[in-house]
């Protein structure tokens, strides 16, 4: 006995299960997003990142339309001895995400500065390109971010987006941030937990994975950029 003598097929059916015993397919693996601590040698990198976005990513990453000139002028002010960036590259060795952990005086917060008795706060910024999202970028970023505050002494994360800017608003949330609305802006505040060693192992042994991967993935481009240039070879990479 097979499965058709238990459920005949009807006038028309090729076979196979009925619709409510065939087997679901099984869910799409996402891939491992693995986030490194940008330097100077990737600032390049970092601006075709930046200048790729669209006009309604830009609005949304900048609270405001940046031409190409003044996107330049902001990555070539990266001070990159005193801020974080973080970033995701993937198999072409490009930059498909970045994260900006920009450092300030606790002055600057506009609510809930009484919650920290820290000097400093820390503001984050977060731009995934098209190619790359619904991966988890954003968030994974967010994370970096936030376990490299809490080792570096700082109890404060905020972020400051458009309201309409539904990714920081998702990554505020489910982060459990405080969320402040006013005038179509909306400012988020994280309080973080001291560090402990397993907050410092932890972001050690991300950093090491990572760039583990980032300089696969260079090697992996400088030999098709190598093999590109051979007389009859070319790469589809």
């Known amino acids: 006995m097979n499965a058709t003598d238990l459920y005949p097929r009807k006038p028309g059916e090729t076979g196979g299960l009925p619709p409510a015993l065939t087997p679901a397919p099984a869910p799409k693996k996402k891939s491992t997003v693995f986030v490194k601590e940008l330097s100077e040698r990737d600032r390049y990198r ?58 300030a005086p606790r ?23 098209d190619s790359a999202r619904g991966k988890g970028v954003g968030s994974r970023l967010f994370k970096r971010g936030a376990i490299h505050c809490r080792n570096a002494d700082v109890d404060t994360l905020y972020m400051h987006c458009l309201s309409s800017n539904q990714t920081m608003i998702h990554i505020a949330k489910k982060a ?5 609305r006013e005038y179509g802006e ?25 760039t583990l ?15 590109e240039s051979l007389p009859g070879m070319k790469s589809d990479d």
């Open 107 to 129: 002055e600057k917060l506009e609510h809930g500065v009484e919650a920290t008795e820290k000097d400093r706060v820390a503001e984050f910024g977060v731009s995934v390109s």
């Open 46 to 103: 970092i601006l075709k990142h930046f200048l790729a976005l669209k006009e309604s990513d830009r609005l949304l990453r900048f609270g405001t339309y940046l031409p190409d000139e003044m996107i330049t002028k902001y990555v070539e002010g990266i001070d990159f001895s005193r801020d974080k960036v973080f970033g995701v590259v993937n198999s072409h060795f490009k930059v498909v995400g970045v994260g900006h952990l920009a450092f």
């Open 186 to 210: 909306a400012d988020a505040y994280l309080k973080l937990l001291p560090a402990d060693a397993a907050s410092m192992l932890k972001e050690a042994v991300q950093e090491q994975v990572a």
């Open 213 to 227: 991967d980032y300089t696969i993935k260079a090697n992996k481009r400088a030999a098709v950029k190598w093999l």
């Open 176 to 180: 459990h941030m405080e969320i402040h």
